[in-house]
């Protein structure tokens, strides 16, 4: 059904550690956004890249950081982790603009303890 | 970017009857999303209707938007246990691509 994967899917890490999140986007798609969605919540927008550069963020902290890569496949990296950042998190692609709608992975279930 | 509030937040229904969820905003949009997430799952684009547009269907999904009153539904109609799942409206008011859901609306389909 999706065309964009990511990995882990699930992920169990210590309260101060740092984690690294990756997507690989569907093809011939160039833009990428991570989401965060707690547990009964919306999905909350981290961030957004767009030909390797950041192209909007969301109300996150700067130990939130991306990249994306020249192939537009990403990464989502947290620093310092703190207990509150157990959470879903999501990455989706597009064309830029989202005329055509954007295709979701699954998902990276972390829990920090 | 503007969030979209979904109501109700939770729906409860037989299966085949229809199903409406109802979503609000507060500024001026170019489009407006809905999208379907199962349990822990990632969302799926269901439909995008543009403000130019009253109504929209795909298969048995129905969505309307009325710009005048800042609202969006969501008819499903004949619905089927596999609808279960929380349904989110993103509104689109540039070409940010920048989505700001709601708390969606949980459906359940009780067969």
């Known amino acids: 059904e999706t065309g964009v994967t990511q990995s882990p899917t699930h992920l169990i890490k210590t309260r101060g550690q740092q984690v690294t999140l990756r997507c690989s986007s569907q093809s011939g798609h160039n833009t990428v956004s991570w989401y965060q969605q707690a547990l009964g919540q919306g999905p909350q927008f981290i961030f957004q890249?767009?030909?390797?550069?950041?192209?909007g963020r969301g109300n996150f902290p700067p130990r939130f950081s991306g990249l994306q890569f020249p192939n537009y496949s990403s990464e989502l990296n947290v620093n310092a982790l703190e207990l509150d950042d157990s959470a879903l998190y999501l990455c989706?692609?597009?064309?830029?603009?989202?005329?055509?709608?954007?295709?979701f992975g699954s998902g990276t279930r972390l829990t920090v303890v | 970017s503007q969030q979209g509030e979904e109501d109700p937040q939770a729906l409860s229904i037989q299966e085949g009857e229809n199903a409406t969820m109802n979503c609000s905003y507060k500024?001026?949009?170019?489009?407006l999303q809905w999208y379907r997430q199962n349990s822990g799952r990632g969302l799926v684009h269901l439909i995008l209707?543009?403000?130019?547009?009253r109504e929209k269907h795909s298969g048995r999904l129905r969505v309307t938007l009325d710009t005048s009153k800042k609202s969006s539904s969501l008819l499903i109609t004949a619905s089927r246990a596999a609808d279960t799942a929380s349904y989110f409206c993103?509104?689109?008011?540039?070409?940010?691509?920048?989505?700001?859901f709601g708390q969606g609306t949980t459906l359940q389909v009780k067969p």
């Open positions: 500024t001026s949009i170019n489009n």
């Open positions: 993103a509104p689109g008011s540039g070409n940010t691509g920048k989505l700001i």
């Open positions: 209707i543009r403000s130019n547009e």
């Open positions: 989706a692609s597009s064309l830029v603009g989202p005329e055509g709608g954007y295709t």
């Open positions: 890249y767009y030909r390797e550069e950041e192209n």
